[in-house]
């Protein structure tokens, strides 16, 4: 192998750090704003879901943020520099997500009053799923931040100089101390200002880079000779890691289990103040997601057009492909101090969001789940410190998982494999509850454990034996015109080695591609639910409040409303004691379990935030208290 000269690459200058520091003081800024305007308001609810009184627009930027991390911002335009632009396909995967997620879950989330999407559980089947399904939730969130905190500062230490556990302890304690002081309201707010700072930073980046590279067509040009635009793959091969269907159908799966049933999401839009506003900011956020998207993808087309014959990852003038993009930053502007601060800004304000939104979620969910249920009589004040604790302790907790993140290989794949583990489960559970009404609490667990053990099977056995390299074969990349030291090749002959020995299903169940195990956990779930629940009695539909069930059968047996009634397992959604009006129903049929707890829920809720129907938008609102059972 040549030894190559790496070029000389500017470090941080005082600029930078000013720009950088400027984020940080910002963020910080809005949480003491909040804390201030907010401190006479010391309900629980004020601090975990902004008193359900947000609008559209601040919880649209803040889902976009949230879930545009550093990962999106390092790792995506890496994966296109290497593999090709496909990745733009994702924008088919967000589209269906955000339209089940706006049109199945929320509605049925919304409407029941909860502030933990975990609480749907217990209403729906009982205490044991719920506890189960948190728990699940807090390894996810804890396991993936610690990726969101970690990547972004080992990437930016190696390339601009930048210490690596000074900026993870900056990143957990800045978050840690806006999500304590101002609650959800400052992380909303928050997130909207860096989804600005992301935006501007990758503007930037491609302003600039697009002109050191003679321009769109030179890069498109570039592009297409180096098959980076060969972005439909219709190869239905499972064991392919990206083509048309692993993106499509593989990503909105793992993305509606981010998305669709995540308490970080749902919290966002219950917080809303009306239904309406809540799917409205899902559908702006879509946008945003596409903008985003759009921005990394052609990122990465102008490093490869930039880099095209002296790639500095096979160079080795950098030690991981997630440093490309901020070494092509430090490369491209090392005449301009400043700017790659502002990128360094846009790079953490992916993770800086997406660890506040993380730590405000597991913060709710431990206190709804845990804390009030053991201590119900808890007063708002002491409710709100114990809000405040928990932020505290999470974030020393994700801050703390970033240790370990750094044996989880690339950040974009690391980070989709955690969601896909532990999402795809989830994703099975609430659509089972949604949708089956036949399924029972012993169906649900069961499968929720059939799931979680399939995803975990398969992403651990792909971890051990990685799958072969002729899944995943980068593009080709060149070093023809990086510098030679003394204009010499030094030849290095590696002894040959024996592979290890791999197991039977290496090749085949482990070498699926990481976007399938999403899916694999959510079928795997539903698949073991539906079975274990004929097998030890379905649930009597008449049991069940029909606010908990969306009654999708509709569309598929439009014609037959004794088939509609067969599939709703008698769910009394056509019965005239379901009072249609503020779609709340009257349950007059024998008690259970299920029926008590969720009357209690709502006489608990009825005088403070339970939604009903607002006339006047022609949606559901949290302000209304006309709902009941």
């Not at 496909?86 to 502030?115: C, H």
């Not at 219950?270 to 559908?283: G, T």
């Not at 995803?455 to 990086?482: E, N, Q, R």
């Amino acid at each position: 192998m040549s030894n190559f000269i790496a070029p000389e690459i500017e470090k941080f200058a005082p600029w930078d750090y000013v720009v950088f520091a400027a984020l940080f003081l910002v963020s910080a800024s809005i949480g003491v704003f909040f804390a201030i305007k907010e401190r006479k308001k010391k309900s629980s609810k004020e601090f975990l879901v902004g008193g359900r009184q947000m609008t559209c627009g601040p919880i649209a930027f803040s889902l976009t943020s949230s879930f545009m991390s550093a990962v999106t911002v390092l790792g995506t335009p890496s994966e296109v520099y290497r593999y090709g632009a496909s990745f733009i396909l994702f924008f088919l995967s967000y589209t269906l997500v955000i339209i089940f997620t706006s049109e199945l879950f929320v509605p049925v989330f919304y409407r029941s009053g909860i502030t933990s999407t975990y609480e749907y559980l217990e209403l729906r089947f009982n205490k044991v799923v719920r506890f189960a399904a948190t728990l699940i939730y807090i390894l996810q969130t804890i396991l993936y931040t610690g990726i969101v905190v970690y990547a972004p500062s080992l990437a930016l230490n190696q390339v601009t100089g930048f210490d690596l556990w000074g900026s993870v302890a900056a990143t957990g304690v800045v978050c840690t101390f806006y999500c304590t002081l101002g609650g959800l309201k400052a992380v909303v707010w928050t997130d909207a200002f860096q989804m600005i700072v992301m935006v501007a930073g990758f503007a930037t980046v491609l302003i600039r880079g697009t002109i050191l590279n003679g321009g769109p067509t030179s890069i498109w040009q570039r592009a297409s000779e180096g098959s980076r635009l060969n972005i439909f793959d219709f190869d239905v091969d499972p064991l392919r890691r990206h083509t048309f269907w692993t993106i499509v159908i593989g990503g909105a799966f793992t993305w509606l289990g981010l998305y669709g049933v995540n308490q970080s999401t749902i919290q966002r839009c219950i917080s809303c103040k009306s239904e309406k506003h809540a799917k409205l900011a899902l559908y702006l956020n879509l946008l945003g997601l596409w903008i985003v998207l759009v921005c990394a993808v052609f990122s990465g087309l102008v490093m490869y057009s930039h880099y095209k014959d002296c790639d500095p990852w096979t160079a080795r003038f950098i030690s991981a492909p997630d440093q490309l993009m901020p070494y092509f930053v430090m490369d491209i502007f090392s005449s301009m101090p400043g700017v790659p601060g502002l990128f360094v800004a846009c790079a953490f304000s992916g993770t800086l969001s997406t660890v506040a939104a993380s730590i405000n979620a597991l913060a709710t969910v431990t206190f709804e789940d845990f804390v009030k249920k053991r201590f119900p009589d808890i007063s708002e004040k002491t409710s709100t410190w114990v809000s405040k604790g928990l932020c505290v302790l999470f974030g020393a907790l994700c801050t703390a998982m970033a240790v370990a993140a750094s044996l989880l290989g690339g950040v974009v794949q690391a980070s989709l494999t955690i969601h896909g583990m532990c999402g795809g489960p989830m994703l099975g559970l609430f659509t089972l509850g949604i949708i089956f009404p036949c399924v029972n609490w012993k169906g649900a667990i069961g499968g929720l454990l059939t799931g979680i053990t399939l995803a975990f099977w398969v992403a651990i056995g792909s971890f051990v034996y990685p799958a072969p390299s002729a899944k995943a074969i980068p593009l080709d990349l060149s070093t023809a015109s990086c510098a030679v030291a003394n204009g010499t090749d030094t030849l290095t002959t590696a002894a040959p080695t024996v592979p290890p020995a791999r197991p039977l299903l290496a090749d085949t169940w482990y070498s699926l591609s990481y976007l399938y195990f999403s899916a694999i956990g959510c079928l795997g779930c539903a698949a073991a639910g539906l079975l274990i629940s004929f097998a030890t009695g379905p649930s009597k539909g008449e049991d069940i409040p029909p606010i908990l069930i969306k009654p999708v059968c509709n569309l598929f047996c439009f014609w037959s409303q004794r088939l509609k009634t067969l599939c709703w397992c008698g769910v009394q959604h056509s019965s005239k004691d379901v009072d249609f009006e503020n779609n709340m129903p009257k349950v007059t049929t024998k008690k259970t379990e299920t029926d008590d707890t969720f009357q209690n829920k709502v006489e608990k809720e009825h005088r403070s935030q339970l939604p009903g129907y607002n006339p006047e938008e022609k949606s559901y609102t949290n302000r209304s208290t006309e709902s009941r059972l």
